[in-house]
């Protein structure tokens, strides 16, 4: 039995990366999935691999007219919807804010912010009626703290957290839950994407993060785009019915404060050039 038998789930951006790993579970752990994405290739492949109860619908989710669709595949198809992922995303553009270009923060916006706002728009009112759902976006510790991605991405993920915030107010007595969950560091193509990587190549050559990745954190490891999606069966499954409003941050640590050998040695400088001054004086 899995916790998420009999649930029928949207996961955007569910052709890679994250959203890939996400489809895969929560098909194992009973869920009927709708994986939605630009790449029409990679996504039926992934329907057909994991079989009847995931289904692909090409979906850009910066365009109103696919969101719409999308919706209305996934109630048409199996009857419901009980839950929506929101994890489409891109790098947007990176430099510095008197070089940013304007037509590439527009697109970037368009999914990683507009994207979300569309899905919650016409999830909504399905789960409305059905009296409850889960709504999952997916932020970034680039939306809490300063310093972890460019500005276009920083500025859209933390519009994310905080409009969960406002719609879990607004959907949350009609017992729709809408949370957020924050990722660091997860070893994923968006990477390499951001450096002008073609999609495909960027997501095979995302392991090569993985060493860089595990001295980022506490945590002495990679982030996997297992553990965003273990994060999102939970807030989507029926263990987690009173969490609302709420962003999950799963970073390894990253965002708490520094392990304590960077404080040592950061320490252990300091006394150095204090002692050096000492005994020139």
């Known amino acids: 039995m899995g916790m998420l038998d009999g649930k029928v789930a949207i996961i955007t951006g569910s052709t890679s990366g994250i959203g890939a790993r996400a489809a895969e579970l929560f098909v194992a752990e009973g869920a009927n999935v709708i994986i939605a994405g630009r790449r029409a290739v990679r996504g039926q492949e992934l329907a057909e691999k994991l079989?009847?109860?995931?289904?692909?619908?090409?979906?850009?989710?910066?365009?109103?007219?696919?969101?719409?669709?999308?919706?209305?595949?996934?109630?048409?198809?199996?009857g419901r919807l009980d839950c929506l992922v929101n994890n489409a995303g891109v790098p947007g553009p990176g430099g510095s804010?008197?070089?940013?270009?304007?037509?590439?923060?527009?697109?970037?916006?368009?999914?990683?912010?507009?994207?979300?706002?569309?899905?919650?728009?016409?999830?909504?009112?399905?789960?409305?009626?059905?009296?409850?759902?889960?709504?999952?976006?997916?932020?970034?510790?680039?939306?809490?703290?300063?310093?972890?991605?460019?500005?276009?991405?920083?500025?859209?993920?933390?519009?994310v957290i905080h409009l969960t915030r406002c719609m879990a107010m607004e959907l949350g007595p009609r017992n729709v839950r809408v949370n957020s969950i924050s990722p660091g560091a997860i070893v994923t193509g968006i990477f390499g994407k951001a450096f002008g990587v073609a999609d495909d190549v960027a997501d095979r050559t995302a392991a090569v993060l993985e060493e860089d990745f595990a001295k980022a954190q506490p945590i002495p490891r990679a982030g996997k785009p297992e553990d965003i999606a273990q994060a999102a069966a939970w807030l989507a499954s029926d263990a987690s019915t009173f969490v609302n409003g709420r962003d999950l941050v799963v970073d390894g640590g990253l965002l708490v404060g520094r392990p304590l050998s960077m404080v040592l040695a950061t320490a252990e400088a300091i006394a150095a050039k204090v002692t050096a001054a000492a005994g020139a004086g």
């Open 51 to 78: 079989g009847p109860t995931a289904h692909y619908i090409q979906t850009d989710v910066s365009k109103e007219s696919d969101v719409v669709a999308m919706v209305a595949g996934a109630s048409a198809r199996f």
């Open 97 to 159: 804010i008197t070089e940013l270009d304007v037509a590439g923060y527009d697109a970037a916006m368009a999914v990683l912010l507009r994207g979300v706002f569309l899905g919650i728009k016409h999830a909504a009112p399905i789960m409305m009626q059905q009296g409850q759902g889960s709504i999952i976006n997916i932020g970034s510790v680039a939306g809490s703290q300063a310093g972890y991605g460019g500005y276009t991405y920083s500025a859209a993920k933390a519009a």
